[in-house]
């Protein structure tokens, strides 16, 4: 079935310093890739997405990198801040716009002041 | 942006007891719904996928007969936990897309859901 494999499971930086996540997933006719954070007991939030069309996508400190290829994808943020601690999950939609998403596993990231 | 609202946020009920959890889309028709189902520090794991006026169509290893999701309208799917027991205690959320959303996927809040 279809799968989504993020690492690193945690990730710990120093504020002010880059944050990069990646992701690989297995269905070739995956074409719609959403980044979402989430806080503890709380729904997850999107805050990037990316479609199979489009290589890259930046928005502020935050960018994502799509290698169709590779089946490869990656979240970047840049000068980090405490503020960005949270668990960050990538996932995948398949072909067929059905929104069905697939999570991966989450990445725990914790911006030390 | 769109609004999608659960209800219950968190719920106690007893082992053996059946719950329900309603998922409503606020603000535009969703005719796709979604349940995920969280463990403590795990990720989202889709349970199913609930269309409007049709029966919902179950990932694999999810019991249909345990966890029953009406889709009647199109702001609103249920999840119904039935007799359920503390290894069913989770987080769960919904999502929904629909035309008025623009086919973007929106969460609810989620609910906790604690089995006694």
């Known amino acids: 079935g279809e799968n989504v494999e993020q690492h690193p499971s945690t990730l710990s930086v120093q504020e002010g310093d880059s944050a990069v996540i990646k992701c690989t997933y297995s269905?070739?006719?995956?074409?719609?890739f959403p980044w979402y954070k989430q806080e503890l007991g709380k729904r997850p939030q999107l805050i990037i997405d990316?479609?199979?069309?489009?290589g890259e996508k930046k928005d502020q400190r935050i960018a994502v990198t799509l290698n169709k290829t590779a089946k490869h994808f990656s979240l970047h943020i840049t000068e980090t801040q405490p503020e960005d601690s949270a668990v960050y999950f990538c996932a995948s939609a398949g072909s067929g716009n059905t929104g069905k998403l697939i999570f991966g596993q989450g990445t725990t990231l914790q911006v030390k002041p | 942006g769109a609004v999608v609202s659960q209800h219950p946020s968190w719920v106690i009920c007893k082992s053996g007891t059946s719950v329900k959890i309603e998922c409503r889309s606020l603000?535009?028709?969703?005719?796709?719904m979604f349940w995920y189902r969280q463990f403590p520090k795990q990720s989202l794991m889709l349970m199913a996928t609930s269309n409007e006026g049709s029966k919902a169509t179950y990932e694999q290893g999810v019991e249909k007969d345990k966890f029953l999701i009406n889709h009647a309208s199109l702001t609103l799917s249920t999840l119904t936990v039935t007799s359920a027991h503390p290894e069913d205690s989770s987080f769960y959320i919904c999502?929904?897309?629909?035309?008025?959303?623009?086919?973007?996927?929106?969460f609810g809040e989620g609910s906790w859901l604690t089995v006694v």
């Open positions: 990316i479609r199979s069309n489009v």
């Open positions: 999502s929904a897309r629909g035309p008025g959303s623009g086919n973007t996927i929106y």
């Open positions: 603000d535009f028709q969703a005719t796709t």
């Open positions: 269905d070739s006719a995956s074409n719609y």
